[in-house]
């Protein structure tokens, strides 16, 4: 196995290819959570919008009637 030496430590390359898989990993998820968010709220405005744009419609109605 090949060895490096960082911060002081002896790494084998399998164990620094174990590492970056996590850490990416883990930014993977929280990008993936982000967006998750992101939709989420770009849902619920798309909703409270159609549901004040039915609220109009029905008070414009009523005025009407």
């Known amino acids: 196995m090949y060895e490096f030496t960082l911060i002081g ?6 164990m620094a ?3 970056f898989y996590d850490f990416y990993s883990v ?3 929280k990008r993936k959570q982000i967006i998750g968010q992101v939709a989420k709220s770009l849902e619920n405005a ?4 159609l ?7 029905r008070a ?6």
């Open 9 to 14: 430590c002896n790494y084998t390359i399998g």
């Open 46 to 49: 798309i909703n409270r919008s």
């Open 60 to 65: 414009r109605i009523g005025e009407i009637l």
């Open 17 to 19: 290819l174990d590492f």
């Open 27 to 29: 930014r993977f998820i």
């Open 51 to 57: 549901v004040l744009n039915r609220l109009k419609t």
